[in-house]
């Protein structure tokens, strides 16, 4: 069983904002898949379904960003995941220009407190990482990430969201490195 955890803000005032890309992923993924993600219970809202053979449980922590670690925590503990093999974890990165995704299968937080969150509360940063690229931070950090795209930025990011989404279910079948091989 693997664990996709989408990283954003809970409330609707976020939506559609750079940081919540890891939430639109989720979203993209439980379309495609056919299921709903609003069962309350970890911390999160989550959806189960499958990819390929393989039982997924879709995850969007309601923490907010900075909390992230402690519903990652409970959904790990309560399936019994190991963060090494069983989790793959999609956030912003403002590092990236906008569009580009880029997967790692260990690696610092970067400055992404919902990463540092994860890190924390798994006692590993050897976790499987989708990153979705939101652009370089032009002045105020908060404002930039909090902040919404343009419509020509949009463009680029909703292909980034479905490469993500396609990177995860690559992920679960076949492995990070096959992910890596395509997207990277």
Known sequence: ???IIGLGNPDKKYEKTRHNVGFDVIDELAEQMGIEVKTKRHK?????GT?????????????????????????????KLDAKSD?????????LP???????????????????????HAGTDGFTRIRVGVGANEGDLV??????????DRVFVDDAIRD??????LIVMYGA????NKYN
């Open 1 to 3: 069983m693997y664990a």
């Open 44 to 48: 999160a809202l989550c959806g189960i």
């Open 87 to 95: 989790i793959i974890v999609v956030s912003d990165d403002i590092s």
């Open 164 to 169: 993500a989404a396609s990177a995860a279910e």
């Open 51 to 79: 990819i390929g053979s393989e039982k997924v449980v879709l995850v969007k922590p309601q923490t907010y960003m900075n909390l992230s670690g402690e519903s990652v925590r409970a959904v790990m503990d309560f399936y």
């Open 143 to 152: 404002k930039h990430v909090l902040g919404k795209f343009s419509k020509q």
């Open 177 to 180: 490195q096959t992910a890596m």
């Open 98 to 120: 906008v569009g580009k995704i880029r997967i790692r299968t260990k690696g610092s937080a970067g400055g992404h407190n919902g990463l540092k969150s994860i890190i924390s």
